[in-house]
């Protein structure tokens, strides 16, 4: 790696030791010199003229570089000048502002920097340096906003909003006490909406809100939060290009804005898949460093009406059962999905049906690789994005596309999941699909057929384990561009699934003879939603939206550039 040119070398003082403090357009350094010589007496004043005295000499001959520390520039919060207590106890440590003694004339700037803990957290940490030179303080904290300044990437001004309801209903608290401060000390603005009822940030964004004030929309809360977000801004992104929302093959127009998620829900899949923890302070960090994630987001359509968008999980069958019967007891919270899971379970409903895709060919990587999407993913970088629309049974495609057949599986089903992330999240760390990308307009499809108790147990306990998910016999995976799903009692003969209900009561009676009130179609689970349509068609549209993001760090970055040590 070429060395970078410093822009800024001085010899500070931290926690009264001496550093050489350097600063280049990438990197903010700070080496302790070690001195080999009888320990200097005397308070910090004079051990700081001390050590600006005879600096190079020390550094040249007497010195050594005790400890390295490192901060990448485009991880800099901030930059202050900071008030110095002067006087200090014979140790050196730095007191209260209080009995200050005015014989010594020391100046001091404090760096905010992202400290990584492990486990994917982000915190802020501090950084103070003191000099006995104004002017070398100033020009310091004058250097270190300049090359701030140039990071253009970083949001200025943002529209927050809050659900106070959503997960343990502690969005607004979670708000105010641990992000609001953060985006202070990053000089960001804010304008904050509370939101009071079911799509009330959805159709603010649809119809009200004037995007053109801000640099990126933050959503306090969880996936539902989120997914209400991603209606509004698509459909408004659509409404100003002239694009028709009912339009299945009409080439959606990418969001310019970024969207960033304060995790405050009940899952925070989305969060979890992102940035690899569902950490308040992390994700409002990922937010101020302006980094870029860009997302796949799938349009569901029945027939030419379209019902939502996708950006995690479509689910048919068991996930969908799970949802129907999670939200009759809401009342339990968080809980309901554990007590609806084991009571979908031991139902053991199947569901016949028809699903045709698209399969995608022209794309790196498949459903089964060991590699997982990590910030800076090959996949993703090198994925083509504009894919032109292509006719639903493979008519008109793209010139790209135009060697791909449609594969058509019929069959009895537990379960069909449409996986567009990994759906990772702490009680399934690899989640639905660990290979699936988040950028590469794809979707993971996964068929789990008809099969015993047991083996279903199996399947749905690999989710929590390291075996291989897929290896299993009546577990099929297929990497789509688009898919259909057309049940055995299709809705379009009935206004909606309550209908197909009341319709084939007999026909349930025959495949299910140990209830009596099995229905005969399954709802869909889009992102937590519940769709009233079976019969569904699904695109994948690459790259439409962008999240505030870095994607999940497999290895801190620097690492191998210089070792780090706490001062």
Same mark, same amino acid.
């Given at each position: 790696m070429e060395k970078q040119p410093s822009v800024l070398t001085s010899l500070l003082l931290v926690k009264s030791r001496l550093f050489e403090v350097t600063l280049n357009r990438t990197l903010l350094t700070w080496k302790e010199v070690q001195l080999r010589r009888k320990k200097v007496s005397g308070n910090i004043s004079s051990r700081l003229r001390f050590g600006f005295c005879l600096a190079n000499?020390?550094?040249?001959?007497?010195?050594?570089?005790?400890?390295?520390?490192?901060?990448?520039?485009?991880?800099?919060?901030?930059?202050?000048?900071?008030?110095?207590?002067?006087?200090?106890?014979?140790?050196?440590?730095?007191?209260?502002?209080?009995?200050?003694?005015?014989?010594?004339?020391?100046?001091a700037f404090t760096v905010s920097y992202v400290e990584k803990t492990g486990q994917h957290r982000w915190r802020c940490s501090n950084m103070t340096f003191f000099c006995s030179d104004e002017t070398i303080c100033q020009q310091w904290v004058r250097k270190l906003k300049e090359q701030l300044s140039l990071l253009t990437c970083r949001p200025k001004h943002l529209l927050v909003y809050i659900n106070p309801y959503g997960g343990k209903q502690q969005g607004k608290q979670i708000y105010e006490h641990k992000v609001a401060q953060l985006f202070t000390l990053a000089s960001i603005s804010t304008d904050v909406i509370v939101t009071e009822h079911a799509n009330?940030?959805?159709?603010?964004?649809?119809?009200?809100?004037?995007?053109?004030?801000?640099?990126?929309?933050?959503?306090?809360?969880?996936?539902g939060m989120f997914s209400e977000v991603v209606h509004g801004l698509i459909a408004r992104t659509q409404s100003d290009s002239g694009v028709d929302l009912n339009d299945s093959q009409a080439k959606l127009a990418q969001c310019n804005l970024r969207i960033g998620i304060i995790p405050a829900g009940s899952t925070d899949c989305i969060c979890y898949a992102t940035v690899g923890v569902n950490d308040p302070v992390t994700s409002a960090l990922h937010i101020i460093v302006g980094?870029?994630?860009?997302?796949?987001?799938?349009?569901?359509?029945?027939?030419?009406?379209?019902?939502?968008?996708?950006? @995690?999980? &479509?689910?048919?069958?068991?996930?969908?059962?799970?949802?129907? *019967? $999670?939200? !009759?007891? #809401?009342?339990?919270?968080?809980?309901?999905?554990?007590?609806?899971?084991?009571?979908?379970?031991?139902?053991?409903?199947?569901?016949?049906?028809?699903? @045709?895709? &698209?399969?995608?060919?022209?794309?790196?990587?498949?459903?089964? *690789? $060991?590699? !997982?999407? #990590?910030?800076?993913?090959?996949?993703?970088?090198?994925?083509?994005?504009?894919?032109s629309p292509i006719k639903w049974g493979g008519g008109d495609v793209n010139e790209n596309e135009s060697e791909g057949e449609w594969k058509v599986i019929k069959g009895k089903f537990l379960a069909i999941n449409a996986a567009s992330m990994s759906c990772a999240c702490p009680r399934s760390p690899k989640g639905l699909s660990p290979a699936a990308h988040l950028a590469d307009g794809t979707t993971d499809i996964i068929l789990v057929r008809k099969c015993s108790r047991l083996n279903f147990l199996r399947h749905l306990l690999r989710?929590?384990?390291?075996?291989?998910?897929?290896?299993?016999?009546?577990?099929?995976?297929?990497?789509?561009?688009?898919?259909?799903?057309?049940?055995?009692?299709?809705?379009?003969?009935?206004?909606?699934?309550?209908?197909?209900?009341?319709?084939?009561?007999?026909?349930?009676?025959?495949?299910?003879?140990?209830?009596?009130?099995?229905?005969?179609?399954?709802n869909w689970n889009c992102d937590g939603e519940i769709l009233e349509h079976a019969a569904i068609e699904v695109g994948v549209h690459c790259q439409l939206i962008k999240l505030f993001a870095r994607g999940i760090e497999e290895t801190p970055p620097f690492e191998e550039d210089v070792s780090s040590s706490a001062v």
């Open positions: 000499a020390l550094h040249r001959t007497r010195g050594i570089t005790a400890g390295v520390h490192s901060v990448p520039v485009s991880e800099i919060i901030a930059v202050r000048e900071t008030e110095v207590d002067k006087e200090t106890k014979d140790e050196g440590k730095w007191q209260k502002m209080s009995h200050i003694k005015t014989e010594t004339n020391l100046c009330h940030a959805r159709d603010h964004l649809k119809t009200q809100a004037d995007l053109r004030k801000y640099d990126g929309i933050i959503c306090v809360g969880g996936d980094d870029t994630q860009p997302m796949d987001v799938c349009s569901v359509h029945n027939h030419n009406t379209f019902l939502k968008y996708s950006v @995690s999980l &479509l689910g048919y069958g068991f996930y969908g059962d799970v949802l129907t *019967d $999670s939200e !009759r007891n #809401r009342w339990m919270g968080p809980a309901r999905y554990d007590f609806s899971g084991f009571k979908t379970f031991l139902s053991h409903h199947y569901y016949e049906g028809t699903i @045709s895709f &698209l399969p995608a060919t022209n794309t790196l990587g498949s459903p089964r *690789d $060991s590699s !997982r999407c #990590r910030s800076g993913c090959y996949v993703c970088q090198h994925r083509v994005k504009d894919i989710h929590t384990s390291k075996d291989d998910q897929f290896d299993l016999t009546f577990v099929e995976v297929y990497r789509v561009k688009k898919f259909k799903f057309t049940p055995n009692h299709c809705d379009s003969e009935f206004s909606n699934i309550r209908d197909v209900r009341e319709n084939a009561f007999g026909q349930i009676c025959r495949d299910h003879p140990s209830c009596d009130c099995t229905p005969v179609n399954s």
